[in-house]
């Protein structure tokens, strides 16, 4: 076993407690529920939501154990339910056909295959610039002009929400980090461990201190108190999880924090829509959490920023 | 080895049916809702779905519970699918479906007949009796009276109704190519033809059973959605009752 399967080791064996630690908590707030000191419903919610995270956690490990590959298939399977549940909500009709198909078939597989050979120039310009250009013009040639431009524009966001950013996830493996050769892996557990505990603990505070809304037209749950503790909260624990990252304690803590805070408010954006479309979540598949991007939109908005700036600041290409 | 022939025969067809499911699953995560009757069937039950692709039977066929999907039938055009030695197996041996020669080609009653065979074998029926897929401009087109006879043939079998939403987005008219999208198959309270009702007024009943299980979100892709959601439903309810209106209309003219 090498250095790096050995820090995903203890990485595993840190969330696994943490996780264990929601369980007992879980069993504890479902007693008080049954002796009545607490909303039955609020129990049930937060065990479900364990019990998905205990499933998300390990597809998640399985998926970082088997390395590049893993990661890379991984995305690519959640950037496919992420299109799914996205179109979903959109307006696209049978005059767009072609064009919603040659996304999710074409657009898709070639983007994270660009990704596996890891060709940037490529990669980083083809969904918004050729996919842009090119599905507009599949829409255009069946020739029916009501409301195109809404269409087109919203399989455009449906590609750049759940495939291209999304995928700065995996494309961090690309990254030449001199002194961190072989350990980009490390960075993706990083970025993903500090947006979803972030996500987490601004649930957590937002039930425990929550008093006043952040964005009442948006979303009604999230409020000022969660979003800073929750958002600090993830500060501290990215400054402690240095280890995985090429930084220093105080380095890994403002990438987490930016990291959070894009995570955050791309929760917003996301809320946005989904309130525009008159739905509470994106889909169904993940019981007590809703659909995939309902736990990938903070991922979605920060992996682009945190690539980028890693790219810029600490990267040889 | 007739045996042996008959047991790779089932094999291979119980393959190809978890293989259409895994398909279905992965294209549309449908999901049952199971919101008038329960997921359990002591007798036999007829599902009457609005149609609106090719795929709709087999959206309704994967979200059944195994036991239940086990003994349920869908009743399918004998000509669609006896046209290659693919689709006859498949609707022969993974769907077990029930032929009938296409409403108005034929004698109905023939087709009424295979129908109530199957039943009172012990089978579920899966039909829809819009006869054909819907051509998108209303949510429901009229009903054939096939529905009606079948519930007086068979005293006693519950009429199941079931609204298969968002699937005709998946794989609209004309296309081979599914697109995903997430899909949800509602199952109402059955329903009966009363003592004395007739064939017009329960074919209204049975649609309006149909209508009621659309989603109230329903039409986020739809094309009169740009309305805020209360609107929006107020709205719905709107268009569906005039639909009613004109689906009755129609019914009584002809």
Redesign the interface.
Known sequence: MNAVDQTLMLLFAGYGGLLMLFTLTGRVLAGAAAAGRLDRALAENFNTRTHAWWVMAALGSIALMAGRTGVIVAFALISLAAMREFLTLTRFRAADHWAVAAAVFVVLPLHYALIWVDFYAVYSIMIPVYAFLGLPILSALRGEADGFLTRIAEVQWALMVSVFCLSHVPALMSLQIPGFEGANILLIAFLIVVVQFSDVMQYVWGKIAGRHPVAPGLSPSKTVEGTVGGILTAGLIGGALFWLTPWSPLQAMAMALLAAVMGFLGGLVMSAIKRDRGVKDWGHVIPGHGGVLDRMDSVIFAAPVFFHVTRYFWSLS | MRRLGHLATRGIAWAMGKAIILLAHV???P?AVWQGVAPVEERARIYFANHTSNADFVLVWSVLPNAIRARTRPVAAADYWGRTPLRRFLIRHVFRGVLVERCGMRDPQIACNAMADAVREGSSLIVFPEGTRND?TRPLGPLKPGLYHLGRALPGVELVPVWID?LN?VL????V?P????CSVHFGAPIRPRAGEGKEAFLVRAAEALVALRPA?DG????D?DL??TA?ADNDTNTDSRAMTALNDRRIAA
Do not use: F, I, W, Y
Not at chain 2, 179 to 182: G, N
Not at chain 2, 220 to 223: E, N, R, T
């Open positions: 294209v549309t995560a999901r998108g968002n987005r609209p008219k004309g296309s190519v697109v995903p999208l997430l979100g986020a892709g739809g094309c959605s805020p959601p929006e």
